[in-house]
């Protein structure tokens, strides 16, 4: 197991979807089901789900004829080498709104959308487009 739980994450997911994968598993922890809970709720995958007790299934999505993915982009912003803080007002807007960017705050891990909303900053753990 990966000592960075989120960029192994990442990089399965993005390995995953490059490939044309339906299903990808990745090691369970409570960070990676609050992330995959919204990356569903955004419509970049289609469902998660346990597979065992140290294991998540993830469902991938895909549009259009060519079956392309909904994923286009993952990337990793703060890093254990590198940690990136911002408070509410200096969340970064991904694609003018059309990405999402997932910020760890005190009220549990959200998008920025939903950390402007609240007026909560934090830990800006990755952007997805």
């Not at 789900?49 to 294991?55: G, I, L, P, T, V």
């Not at 004829?65 to 911002?86: D, F, H, Q, V």
């Amino acid at each position: 197991m990966a000592n960075d739980t989120i960029s192994d994450m990442l990089t399965r997911i993005r390995n995953a979807s490059s490939i044309r994968s339906k299903e990808v598993s990745i090691p369970l922890t409570r960070l990676s089901q609050r992330i995959c809970k919204i990356l569903e709720e955004e419509g970049f995958i289609e469902s998660f789900q346990r597979a065992s007790s140290k294991e998540l299934s993830i469902r991938l999505k895909y549009h259009g004829p060519e079956s392309r993915p909904c994923i286009t982009n993952l990337r990793r912003i703060s890093k254990p080498g590198l940690r990136i803080y911002a408070n509410h007002s200096e969340l970064p807007k991904i694609l003018g709104g059309m990405g999402v960017v997932i910020v760890s705050t005190s009220k549990g891990v959200l998008t920025d959308k939903q950390a402007r909303l609240s007026g909560v900053g934090g830990e800006i753990l990755c952007s997805i487009w």
